[in-house]
Nanobody, 122 residues
Framework: QVQLVESGGGLVQAGGSLRLSCAAS????????MGWFRQAPGKEREFVAA????????YYADSVKGRFTISRDNAKNSVYLQMNSLKPTDTAVYYC???????????????WGQGTQVTVSS
């Protein structure tokens, strides 16, 4: 099992940017697919972005496509989410996730972080 710790959340104005980081420990994530999810108040957790173990394949929810970029640094055992052109509707707790299978990373990843709050003011 992989332990995941998110950081980088905070309060930002609409149109601004934030970069979330996810540091993994317990084992190397170099063979894991990684993803980001978010949960807004009163809503279910939803998929945001995923990246394959090599970083060559990425996938985004339509709501963030063109604004968010997922990346990874296997040497640092870390994954990142660069969020640009933020909107108030992006306000949520953002979670990092990991799974050995890319086919599961967008739906039911095995390992989860505790989340980091992102608040976008209008």
């Amino acid at each position: 099992q992989v332990q995941l710790v998110e950081s980088g959340g905070g309060l930002v104005q609409a149109g601004g940017s934030l970069r979330l980081s996810c540091a993994a420990s317990g084992r190397t994530i170099s063979t894991y697919a990684m993803g980001w999810f978010r949960q807004a108040p009163g809503k279910e957790r939803e998929f945001v972005a995923a990246i394959s173990w090599s970083g060559k394949t990425t996938y985004y929810a339509d709501s963030v496509k063109g604004r968010f970029t997922i990346s990874r640094d296997n040497a640092k055992n870390s994954v990142y989410l660069q969020m640009n052109s933020l909107k108030p509707t992006d306000t949520a707790v953002y979670y990092c996730a990991a799974d050995p299978s890319y086919s599961k990373i967008t739906t039911s990843p095995r390992d989860w972080g505790q989340g980091t709050q992102v608040t976008v003011s209008s």
